[in-house]
């Protein structure tokens, strides 16, 4: 951290525009540090009267204009704030404050803060810059949204607390503390302009809700996003929150949907995502599967890894790739795509030991031989038809020479088409089944695995022998699907 000793042994170099530089490099390190995405461009100036010194730049916000102030006196720097408001400035102090005439200091600090903060204008030291990002957890949160929307004087002996509290308050809200999560967002309304204090309190309502607190129990009076996190709001959060906050990541899969990620696009490890996978996975549903084999160029081992590609969550590894929902691919293209095919469907031999090996419920199997003769297994209620004495008998007769056109699977007691044609699976109604359940019966049948690529996948799905559950599904879990799925195609014959 910069200390007020280092600015002015830089302002003791014996050639004045060494000295400037100095200063200047001080005062970037300090404003870069607070905020690693900015883009702090330099301009020739230094303490100028009406140009700045810098203009910090940010993807999506407005610039803000930094002035360098040598100034120790908070009456001239409020002259500043008032004739100069273009680009809501940041005003940086090189020296500490002291008293004018005989005016209190106190007084002369209080009629500036108000006079900033009502101009969104903000006042602070190179020293209380470099302790806004003291606290551990959210110290990078905190020093960013105040370098973005930051108003009023931030006070060198206000920082660290003000940093502990919001530290503090962050935690609270991760635990349902009411009080510590009050006092938090008080100390950020002090400190950020209107729209900022919304942005942040957003974050601790984030924290609140993921940790399974009502959204109406909130005590920020926001509560606008509801039990469930808003593709806005998670995209946000993306861009802010540090994914050293694994915890806090984790947790926040317990308040995301599929629709969460519908603006997202992320490749790659995406540790934050891989995060949150781990507790969303448990509550996620849908009714669409699909999947293709894929060739990795980007490494040579292919772990498993969840991506949101083009807003449809998915899961790649072993040399597959799974869309969740609306798939990325349409189903009927690229089926037979070098770099996005299907597997050719398994023989009737190969589909038993997959469903063996997985611990699978099929209750239909429709099998065909060279000559298109088709014939299908069905198992009445929710018996399973792979293990059944007539599909062994038929297996050790011609399971080699007959191959698997679609089975039906038993997900949480719904019927799950699997076509091998298309590689998709998924009820044919709109009723949805947990994506953990639909992705192990859809990886399992459609691609070729082993014992341990299924004991990967079993801990990426956090399946641990007990019956699957989604929230995102509500109660349609346990509901029966109304509408049976044809037993045969026409031309084809049912045993």
Not at 55 to 82: C, G, H, K, P, T
Not at 158 to 183: C, I, N, P, W, Y
Not at 323 to 329: K, S
């Given at each position: 951290?910069?200390?007020?000793?280092?600015?002015?042994?830089?302002?003791?170099?014996?050639?004045?525009?060494?000295?400037?530089?100095?200063?200047?490099?001080?005062?970037?390190?300090?404003?870069?540090?607070?905020?690693?995405?900015v883009?702090?461009?330099?301009?020739?100036?230094f303490?100028?009267?009406?140009?700045?010194?810098?203009?910090?730049?940010?993807?999506?916000?407005?610039?803000?204009?930094?002035?360098?102030?040598?100034?120790?006196?908070?009456?001239?720097?409020?002259?500043?704030?008032?004739?100069?408001?273009?680009?809501?400035?940041?005003?940086?102090?090189?020296?500490?404050?002291?008293?004018?005439?005989?005016?209190?200091?106190?007084?002369?600090?209080?009629?500036?803060?108000?006079?900033?903060?009502?101009?969104?204008?903000?006042?602070?030291?190179?020293?209380?810059?470099?302790?806004?990002?003291?606290?551990?957890?959210?110290?990078?949160?905190?020093?960013?949204?105040?370098?973005?929307?930051?108003?009023?004087?931030?006070?060198?002996?206000?920082?660290?607390?003000?940093?502990?509290?919001?530290e503090?308050?962050?935690?609270?809200?991760?635990?349902?503390?009411?009080?510590?999560?009050?006092?938090?967002?008080?100390?950020?309304e002090?400190?950020?302009?209107?729209?900022?204090?919304?942005?942040?309190?957003?974050?601790?309502?984030?924290?609140?809700?993921?940790?399974?607190?009502?959204?109406?129990?909130?005590?920020?009076?926001?509560t606008s996003i509801?039990?469930?996190?808003?593709?806005?709001?998670?995209?946000?959060?993306?861009?802010?929150?540090?994914?050293?906050?694994?915890?806090?990541?984790?947790?926040?899969?317990?308040?995301?949907?599929?629709?969460?990620?519908?603006?997202?696009?992320?490749?790659?490890?995406?540790?934050?995502l891989?995060?949150?996978?781990?507790?969303?996975i448990?509550?996620?549903?849908?009714?669409?599967?699909?999947?293709?084999?894929?060739?990795?160029?980007?490494?040579?081992?292919?772990?498993?890894?969840?991506?949101?590609?083009?807003?449809?969550?998915?899961?790649?590894?072993?040399?597959?790739?799974?869309?969740?929902?609306?798939?990325?691919?349409?189903?009927?293209?690229?089926?037979?795509?070098?770099?996005?095919?299907?597997?050719?469907?398994?023989t009737?031999?190969?589909?038993?030991?997959?469903?063996?090996?997985?611990?699978?419920?099929?209750?239909?199997?429709?099998?065909?031989?060279?000559?298109?003769?088709?014939?299908?297994?069905?198992?009445?209620?929710?018996?399973?038809?792979?293990?059944?004495?007539?599909v062994?008998r038929?297996?050790?007769?011609?399971?080699?020479?007959?191959?698997?056109?679609?089975?039906?699977?038993?997900?949480?007691?719904?019927?799950?088409?699997?076509?091998?044609?298309?590689?998709?699976?998924?009820?044919r109604?709109?009723s949805?089944?947990?994506?953990?359940?639909?992705?192990?019966?859809?990886?399992?049948?459609?691609?070729?695995?082993?014992?341990?690529?299924?004991?990967?996948?079993?801990?990426?799905?956090?399946?641990?022998?007990?019956?699957?559950?989604?929230?995102?599904?509500?109660?349609?879990?346990?509901?029966?699907?109304?509408?049976?799925?044809?037993?045969?195609?026409?031309?084809?014959?049912?045993?």
């Amino acid at each position: 951290m910069t200390t007020y000793n280092d600015i002015l042994a830089a302002a003791d170099a014996p050639e004045y525009d060494d000295a400037i530089r100095q200063i200047k490099r001080l005062a970037a390190k300090a404003l870069h540090e607070a905020d690693d995405d900015v883009r702090l461009l330099s301009t020739e100036h230094f303490n100028h009267s009406y140009l700045p010194d810098f203009v910090m730049r940010w993807r999506n916000r407005q610039d803000r204009f930094v002035y360098l102030r040598a100034s120790a006196y908070a009456e001239e720097i409020e002259e500043d704030v008032v004739r100069l408001t273009d680009h809501n400035p940041i005003f940086v102090q090189l020296s500490e404050f002291v008293p004018y005439n005989d005016r209190p200091i106190r007084q002369a600090i209080d009629s500036l803060s108000q006079s900033a903060g009502a101009r969104k204008s903000l006042i602070a030291s190179v020293p209380a810059i470099g302790l806004l990002d003291d606290a551990p957890r959210t110290g990078k949160m905190l020093s960013s949204f105040v370098m973005r929307g930051g108003r009023g004087v931030i006070e060198d002996s206000e920082v660290v607390t003000l940093a502990q509290t919001v530290e503090s308050g962050f935690d609270g809200a991760m635990h349902s503390d009411r009080e510590k999560t009050a006092d938090a967002i008080q100390a950020v309304e002090t400190v950020l302009d209107p729209a900022s204090t919304v942005e942040f309190t957003h974050l601790f309502e984030a924290a609140w809700i993921s940790g399974g607190a009502s959204g109406v129990e909130f005590p920020g009076g926001l509560t606008s996003i509801g039990d469930n996190l808003t593709a806005d709001l998670l995209g946000q959060m993306l861009e802010i929150v540090p994914e050293s906050l694994s915890d806090f990541w984790e947790q926040i899969g317990n308040a995301v949907t599929l629709e969460s990620f519908s603006q997202l696009h992320l490749v790659g490890s995406q540790p934050r995502l891989q995060s949150i996978m781990k507790n969303a996975i448990s509550r996620l549903a849908s009714n669409r599967y699909m999947m293709r084999r894929t060739q990795r160029s980007d490494q040579e081992v292919d772990p498993f890894i969840w991506q949101i590609d083009s807003g449809t969550l998915s899961l790649r590894g072993a040399g597959y790739q799974a869309w969740i929902g609306a798939p990325a691919l349409n189903a009927t293209e690229n089926a037979t795509d070098e770099d996005f095919a299907v597997d050719l469907p398994p023989t009737l031999s190969n589909l038993s030991m997959r469903a063996e090996e997985a611990q699978l419920t099929i209750s239909d199997i429709g099998v065909s031989d060279t000559d298109g003769i088709t014939v299908r297994f069905t198992s009445p209620g929710q018996g399973d038809v792979a293990t059944s004495d007539l599909v062994e008998r038929v297996t050790e007769t011609v399971g080699n020479l007959v191959r698997v056109n679609e089975v039906v699977a038993l997900v949480e007691g719904k019927r799950v088409p699997v076509d091998y044609n298309r590689g998709v699976a998924g009820p044919r109604t709109s009723s949805r089944v947990s994506v953990s359940g639909l992705i192990w019966n859809g990886w399992n049948l459609l691609a070729e695995t082993d014992d341990e690529v299924r004991e990967t996948l079993a801990q990426v799905l956090n399946r641990n022998g007990e019956p699957d559950r989604s929230e995102d599904a509500g109660d349609v879990l346990s509901d029966v699907d109304p509408s049976p799925d044809p037993v045969a195609d026409e031309g084809s014959k049912s045993v």
